[in-house]
């Protein structure tokens, strides 16, 4: 289907200007398949955006976290699209769950953000996933298709978007999905962007599965013929990180 893996490192709200220079050098000494075979984005904090992507090396990218839903003005504390254009940042993450749990992001909210962004020309991480309780009571696609549609409905344009399903609870617990659980959702995301989007969408569109990934389950997770990649959290801070991107091969 020639969809290239992707990987993305989500750094968080962590690092010190010592710390981020010390994981940009461990990525620039990598040995890791070319740029045909993956493409590597990293997002740290909105701080670092500018070191990091002036010191990373040229077959890697940066991504924001976050930026505002619209053109930016009187909104004390955020960042906006027109920002991070002009620093040439070409990717950013939207609609990750801790800002959907903790800062109370609507699926809606979510949706506008990724609108704008795109129509500004940046690309966009477009996070989807349910909570442990949702999964328990068996609303997983439900949940994830309603984070979906908010963003179907109100872009046309899938070509600059990697849609990651990420289940809440497994980021940062330790509680990877299994390969068979991963898949499964993947599978019915591509099904419902078939029947609401298009075919050319579901078959071109690259969905990564994020929620503890590490150098250790990769591997199985990267077999998975819809899991396209990933979005790493704690082990993108690591030099296993490496070994995820590896996982391409
Ligand atoms: C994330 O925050 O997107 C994530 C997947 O975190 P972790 O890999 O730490 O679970």
Not at 215 to 233: I, R, T, Y
């Amino acid at each position: 289907m020639g969809r290239k893996f992707f990987v993305g490192g989500n750094w968080k709200c962590n690092g010190t200007t010592e710390e981020v220079k010390k994981i940009v050098s461990t990525l620039n000494d990598a040995q890791v398949p070319s740029q045909d075979v993956v493409e590597v984005v990293v997002s740290p904090p909105f701080v670092f955006l500018p070191l990091v992507k002036n010191s990373l090396r040229p077959d890697f990218h940066v991504a924001a976290q976050n930026a505002w839903v619209k053109k930016g003005g009187a909104f004390t504390g955020e960042v906006s699209v027109e920002m991070l254009v002009n620093l040439d940042i070409p990717w950013v993450i939207l609609g990750h769950s801790e800002r959907r749990l903790i800062l109370g992001e609507s699926n809606e909210f979510v949706g506008d953000k990724v609108a704008y962004a795109l129509a500004q020309g940046l690309k966009v991480i477009a996070c989807v996933g349910e909570t442990l309780e949702q999964r328990e009571s068996g609303s997983t696609m439900d949940v994830v298709a309603a984070q979906t549609k908010a963003i179907a409905e109100r872009i046309s344009n899938w070509s600059d978007v990697v849609l990651a399903y990420e289940p809440v609870w497994a980021i940062g617990t330790g509680k990877v999905a299994t390969p068979a659980q991963a898949q499964e959702v993947h599978l019915e995301l591509r099904k419902w962007l078939q029947a609401n989007v298009n075919a050319e969408v579901a078959a071109t569109t690259r969905i990564i599965y994020g929620g503890s990934v590490n150098g250790a389950n990769c591997k199985e997770l990267a077999a998975q013929p819809d899991v396209d990649g990933f979005l790493v959290g704690g082990a993108s801070l690591k030099p296993e990180f490496i070994d995820i991107i590896k996982a391409a091969e």
